[in-house]
């Protein structure tokens, strides 16, 4: 059965906007998605009739907030296929992977030896950086290949029995590269290290089998899986939640305060300390419920026929090429190019004119850029609403990009 597109789109209403006179075509997924109605209906039953705080209050409204939270986070363990009391809501990716540097981070000691790539995002560079600075623990990079992939290829010489955590993405935010997770976990465990994945750019795209991929924590944000802001997910396995101490210091998270002590409640209550991100918990479960409804082998073949049609179509367009793997093998709807002679960010604006929302910079993956030498691209990433239409109205801006702006 053909995948129904019309359907997906119509459960989005940010879709049938009309701007300038223009359909929206929404092409920058990779930086946020957009929220079905289950999402927003979710979060407004909550704000309209159930908002109070979580845990401790003994009224009704209390009890019914603290039973939609408590069933979002069911819901998010089913999508991963993990337990609930595995999984801690956090307030985006960022603050997921900043959690475990600090809080796993304090297991460590200096000369420790944490393995990142070239072509991580920001969020799983930095805070190791500053984990190095607090603690004297070393970093190690794995090189990308010509077309944007981390080059397994040279995990055997730079694991060694002081690696002992390797944190990669799942899937590149600006190749769209999946990581061939079996080959990086077999090699970890070679030497005892740890596997973290950042999973923002993988979770949208269909419900995973953690437990199953053998890794030991896994990192992804709400708003990118049409959820909403503010919410994220760290899941780990549960005897690293349990030797792991807190990050936040708070209400919720404690088991007894005196003046002279403190006791930490147990995961993942220890690490969501004060009044956590309620609503858009809710929402996140209720994104989760909606991805684990969908027809998920039609849907990404579906979004990698969509891939197809952009990279054909940008190959037939003079001055521009690719930043990233030429085939649909081992990837996700994650497109980045270039248009010689013409800065990213003028693509995007003229892009913009014709309805089409993408991203151009450097996508928080500096030092990817500096591999390629570049300043930046231009990206579009998609997600199971995209349509034929979305794609040709930017080869369109693009093509006339090509034309105007050089």
């Not at 609930?84 to 420790?112: H, M, R, W």
């Not at 090699?187 to 290290?193: D, I, L, S």
């Not at 269909?206 to 924590?217: E, K, N, Q, R, T």
Request: proline share 6%; hydrophobic share 45%; with cysteine.
């Amino acid at each position: 059965m053909s995948f129904d597109v019309a359907f997906v789109r119509r459960q989005f209403p940010i879709l049938s906007e009309i701007i300038d006179g223009r359909p929206i075509h929404y092409l920058d997924n990779g930086a946020s998605a957009q929220s079905p109605l289950a999402v927003l209906d979710a979060v407004r039953a909550y704000e309209t009739t159930g908002r109070a705080n979580v845990l401790r209050g003994v009224h009704r409204l209390a009890e019914r907030a603290t039973e939609a939270y408590e069933n979002a986070r069911a819901e998010v363990a089913k999508f991963l296929g993990v337990q609930p009391l595995e999984i801690v809501f956090t307030g985006g990716c960022t603050a997921a992977i900043n959690l475990v540097a600090y809080s796993y981070g304090q297991l460590l000691k200096p000369g420790d030896r944490i393995l990142l790539s070239e072509l991580e995002h920001h969020s799983n560079i930095v805070p190791w950086q500053l984990l190095r600075q607090r603690s004297g623990v070393e970093l190690d990079m794995v090189p990308v290949t010509a077309d944007g992939r981390i080059d397994l290829a040279a995990l055997p010489g730079l694991l060694t029995d002081k690696t002992k955590l390797v944190s990669l993405a799942h899937v590149s935010n600006v190749t769209g590269a999946l990581l061939d997770v079996r080959a990086v976990v077999e090699a970890a465990k070679a030497v005892g290290a740890k596997v973290m994945l950042d999973g923002a750019q993988r979770a949208p795209h269909g419900p995973l089998d953690l437990a199953g991929l053998g890794i030991d924590f896994y990192a992804f944000a709400g708003h990118k899986a049409y959820g909403p802001n503010g919410i994220g997910v760290l899941w780990a396995r549960p005897e690293l939640l349990e030797a792991m101490p807190p990050f936040h210091g708070g209400g919720s998270m404690i088991g007894r305060v005196t003046l002279a002590e403190t006791t930490w409640a147990p995961p993942p209550r220890r690490f969501e300390a004060g009044t956590p991100p309620i609503g858009p918990a809710i929402g996140l479960g209720a994104a989760c419920k909606w991805m684990a409804a969908l027809d998920w082998s039609a849907a990404h073949d579906h979004e990698m026929a969509l891939v197809q049609r952009l990279m054909d179509g940008l190959q037939e367009i003079d001055g521009t090429r690719l930043l990233g793997p030429a085939s649909l093998q081992n990837r996700y709807p994650v497109v980045s190019f270039m248009l010689d002679g013409v800065h990213p960010h003028d693509v995007a604006q003229t892009l913009d004119a014709f309805g089409v929302a993408v991203r151009a910079g450097h996508h928080c993956a500096q030092p990817l850029m500096d591999r390629f030498d570049l300043d930046g691209t231009t990206r579009a990433s998609m997600a199971p609403y995209n349509d034929n239409d979305d794609i040709d109205a930017l080869l369109a801006g693009v093509r006339h990009a090509a034309k105007t702006l050089r």
